[in-house]
């Protein structure tokens, strides 16, 4: 998997190395690993080591990474400035397909005329990732503008265009509103709640699907 990382850096830096094209690059390399550090740093702290390391590694990859540098601008996704001058995002799309902690991997058709796509119910593991996705997005691009508040505001300006499970939005706007309310120490705290209790019910459910029902009191 390191392997593949570099491989794919040095394609990109290959790519173009002078100008002030160069100087984007670099600093949108420096932005998403940044973005990236510190969800890193978040997922670990609440016990998920695993999402943690793998957390938005596409970004690294030619599909998505040489649209990131063409428009980075440093104050917002620039998945946003390919939108605006295409009408949609090949790096969207790319990184949506890859990631499980953004509610629109888990889209799907509903089987009825109406609505056409309704949103699956997200492991607890993804909500809290794509939670502290949101923290890390916003101190990145916020910088020293950022409070507490912050996620939950980014939120509830997009809300209406979600398409999300009902039990996955609800958790999603808990945490996002003791962290408004309470600070990170205590949504930390909740969230690692939520994930011990998952891994107890994998647990369970694993030990009876198996017929081992004694361990599954």
């Known amino acids: 998997m390191l392997t593949q990382l570099y491989n794919n850096i040095s394609k990109i830096f290959l790519y173009e190395s002078r100008g002030s094209g160069f100087m984007k690059w670099t600093a949108h390399?420096?932005?998403i690993t940044k973005h990236k550090m510190l969800v890193m740093k978040?997922?670990?702290?609440?016990?998920?080591?695993?999402?943690?390391?793998?957390?938005?590694?596409?970004?690294?990859?030619?599909?998505e990474f040489l649209v990131g540098a063409k428009y980075y601008?440093?104050?917002?996704?620039?998945?946003?400035?390919?939108?605006?001058?295409?009408?949609?995002?090949?790096?969207?799309?790319?990184?949506?397909g890859r990631?499980?902690?953004?509610?629109?991997?888990?889209?799907d058709y509903s089987g009825k005329k109406e609505p056409v796509f309704v949103g699956m119910k997200m492991p607890v593991c993804y909500v809290v990732e794509m939670f502290l996705d949101r923290i890390a997005a916003c101190k990145t691009y916020q910088k020293e503008k950022y409070?507490?508040?912050?996620?939950?505001?980014?939120?509830?300006?997009?809300?209406?265009?979600?398409?999300m499970h009902t039990d996955s939005q609800k958790l999603l706007e808990k945490l996002l509103h003791i962290l408004a309310e309470q600070g990170e120490e205590k949504a930390f705290c909740y969230a690692r709640k939520l994930i011990k209790q998952q891994r107890k019910n994998d647990i369970k459910n694993f030990l009876y699907a198996h017929g081992i029902k004694k361990y599954c009191r």
């Open 29 to 31: 390399f420096c932005t």
């Open 42 to 63: 978040y997922c670990f702290s609440v016990g998920l080591y695993r999402q943690g390391l793998l957390h938005d590694l596409s970004k690294y990859s030619p599909t």
């Open 73 to 96: 601008q440093g104050t917002r996704s620039p998945n946003n400035a390919e939108k605006e001058k295409k009408g949609y995002s090949s790096s969207w799309l790319h990184h949506k």
């Open 99 to 107: 990631n499980k902690h953004h509610f629109e991997y888990w889209l």
């Open 147 to 163: 409070t507490q508040k912050s996620p939950l505001l980014y939120y509830e300006n997009s809300k209406a265009y979600h398409v």
